[in-house]
Nanobody
């Protein structure tokens, strides 16, 4: 059974940090690019980070560049997102996604998606 399960969301104050994690099962994980998509209230779904198959290359959306770091462990089928210097506009539901190709535009269209984890940043 194909499944992505996210964890690590929560509420944090401005400037704080959170680490999101995702565990994939039922996939040949290394066949896929992996990414994180954010759905914020009143906004369109946004691809914020994507990482290539072997984890050597990553791409970030401008709003999170320099603050967020995506990583993957192909031995454990996991995907992480370290989020630092959080801002109120980072509030939203974060989804772990798998697919191809490895571009931020494509990430929002990936077929495989977890149930999401909520991140709330308060000032």
């Amino acid at each position: 059974q194909e499944q992505l399960v996210e964890s690590g969301g929560g509420s944090v104050e401005v400037g704080g940090s959170l680490r999101l994690s995702c565990v994939a099962s039922g996939f040949t994980y290394t066949d896929y690019c992996a990414g994180w998509v954010r759905q914020s209230p009143g906004k369109e779904r946004e691809g914020i980070a994507v990482i290539y198959f072997a984890g050597s290359t990553a791409r970030y959306a401008d709003p999170v560049k320099g603050r967020f770091t995506i990583s993957r462990d192909n031995a454990k089928n996991t995907l992480d997102l370290q989020m630092n210097s959080l801002k109120p506009e980072d509030t939203g539901m974060y989804y772990c996604v798998l697919g191809v190709p490895c571009t931020l535009d494509a990430v929002t269209q990936y077929r495989v998606r977890g149930q999401g984890t909520q991140v709330t940043v308060s000032s």
